[in-house]
């Protein structure tokens, strides 16, 4: 069965570092691949998908992924981190059943941005 | 192009109560999914329509859980009796096609439901 792992439940970064939230899979097929974004009492926002194009998908924000099969993962990063990054990101795969796809999402990373 | 809207954004009621939340997906989508996310823990997939047809409910919690989708537009999610247990945010999600051809399911705000 497909699932994804996120390492870090919470993951800390001063403004203008780097930021890395990593995402590993598991899956019998070739996976697609997510992030959402999730803002405090909101509902999850996509950042970016990977469906078997390029490796490297850019996404909103200024956030990209890079899908790596010999790893199994599918990592976020961002160049340097604004304060308005601070929120929670999920990690997701499709899972496709009986006629119909869906997402499986990891249990979140909490980004925090200090000044 | 409205996005995904939810009704209401937050309801508290008393163990016991039913309670009903309403999902408007996007205009022209036909799949519609409902999660349920409680704290610190990614959405849980619950059930899914594609247009009027819910072609997947085994992953509802209990049968106190159901879920409509009369025309192919709207959905409602109810729980009856509601438990402590069933606090958590709701959320419902539309997409116009399969996400396994590579399209992209949309979120509403969620539904928060608090059980006293």
């Known amino acids: 069965a497909q699932s994804v792992t996120q390492l870090g439940s919470h993951v800390s970064v001063s403004e203008g570092a780097l930021v890395l939230l990593r995402c590993n899979y598991s899956?019998?097929?070739?996976?697609?691949l997510f992030w959402y974004v999730q803002y405090p009492n909101q509902g999850l926002q996509l950042l970016l998908k990977y469906t078997s194009a390029a490796t490297l998908v850019k996404g909103i924000n200024g956030f990209e992924a890079e899908f790596k099969k010999s790893e199994t993962s599918f990592h976020l990063t961002k160049p340097s981190a604004h304060m308005s990054d601070a929120a929670e990101y999920f990690c997701a795969v499709s899972v496709s059943s009986s006629g119909y796809s869906t997402l499986t999402f990891g249990k979140g990373t909490m980004l925090l941005v200090s000044p | 192009d409205t996005g995904v809207s939810q009704d209401p954004r937050h309801k508290i009621t008393k163990r016991g109560q039913n309670v009903t939340f309403r999902c408007d997906p996007i205009?022209?989508?036909?799949?519609l999914y409902w999660y349920r996310q409680t704290l610190g823990q990614g959405p849980e997939f619950l059930t899914y329509?594609?247009?009027?047809?819910?072609?997947?409910k085994s992953r509802l919690l209990s049968d106190r859980f159901s879920a409509e989708r009369p025309k192919g537009s709207f959905s409602t999610l109810e729980i009856q009796r509601t438990e402590q247990g069933d606090s958590a945010m709701y959320l419902c999600a539309s997409s116009l096609g399969q996400i396994s051809s590579g399209n992209t399911i949309y979120f509403g705000e969620g539904s928060w439901l608090t059980v006293v």
């Open positions: 899956s019998s097929v070739p996976p697609y």
């Open positions: 329509f594609q247009n009027e047809a819910q072609l997947e």
């Open positions: 205009s022209e989508h036909n799949r």
